[in-house]
């Protein structure tokens, strides 16, 4: 457990920036990013707060998912850093393609729900692989 | 894994009858709560085919998701703490801290997209929250139960 404490935020830190970039990279393309004063207000400051909020929620969801991930280390397949892969794919399903298909269909939000699922899938690949990579279970 | 997949698909549209009739019962009472931005504008939301069809949407997406989630609740069974009724209850938070508050936080914090979120999270007001919080005791408790 002890372990999991320091792996899972380090992993966060590497979901939070694969985060910002997706988003950087993604949310123009689909014109999600509507802020209540226009597109106009996307300016360097408000970018890099962005950023910045992107990484202190990939620490603060990485160490959540880090801690489930210890717990229920067993039941995932694979082995090593195809463990942390499959989990990390176990969550983008449950937080981004199942909540996206609600965002979708019961409340019209589309594009934000294939911003979720794209930059999602980035996001927890990323952060699976880090996990599988540095987590090592106690005996 | 079979009966993981019935008691998930079960749960789900029987949750989803319930939360349909009592937002129905609370828009009868309180009149339109309509929180639901749509393209066309709020104005939609007063078309009876449009409300249908987000019942059926609703219907149809409880029912599947209901399904995979039975099958990871068989899968992690003997991991999940708790007995019976509880033991559901912690399975489902753990689905709505996953699915609903982390994807509502970035939705949220990352995209500036606060209204969805928070429709997600907590259905938006005290009457969604009450139908969000029945929907999701009552799934968990048919989850649990089976």
Aim: hydrophobic content about 60%; proline content about 4%; some cysteine.
């Amino acid at each position: 457990m002890k372990n999991i404490l320091v792996v899972g935020p380090i992993a966060g830190v590497v979901l939070g920036i694969v985060s910002a970039i997706s988003s950087y990279i993604f949310g123009p393309y689909f014109r999600i990013l509507e802020a209540p004063g226009g597109w106009e207000i996307w300016d360097l400051s408000l970018i890099r707060l962005f950023a910045l909020a992107a990484i202190s929620l990939g620490v603060i969801w990485g160490t959540i998912m880090g801690a489930i991930y210890a717990r229920f280390y067993d039941r995932v397949p694979g082995k090593g850093i195809l463990k942390g892969l499959y989990f990390g794919l176990l969550i983008w399903l449950i937080k981004d393609i199942m909540a996206g298909s609600y965002l979708a269909l019961t409340m019209l939000e589309i594009p934000s729900a294939i911003i979720l699922i794209i930059n999602g899938f980035f996001m927890w690949s990323a952060y699976g692989l880090m996990l599988g990579y540095l987590y090592k279970p106690t005996k | 894994m079979k009966s993981g997949i019935l008691a998930g698909a079960i749960a789900g549209a029987v949750a989803d009858i319930a939360v349909i009739a009592s937002v129905y019962v609370m828009m009868l009472i309180f009149g339109n709560i309509g929180i639901i931005e749509a393209p066309g504008g709020w104005e939609i939301w007063r078309d009876p085919s449009i409300i249908m069809l987000l019942a059926v949407a609703h219907l149809s997406l409880d029912i599947f998701w209901g399904m995979i989630a039975g099958v990871a609740y068989a899968f992690l069974y003997s991991l999940i703490p708790g007995k019976g009724v509880v033991k559901g209850l912690y399975f489902g938070l753990s689905i709505w801290v996953i699915k609903d508050v982390a994807a509502g936080s970035y939705l949220a914090l990352t995209m500036m997209e606060v209204s969805p979120a928070v429709i997600l999270i907590f259905h938006v007001g005290c009457i969604w929250s009450c139908a969000w919080i029945s929907l999701q005791t009552f799934k968990v408790i048919r989850i649990g139960l089976k």
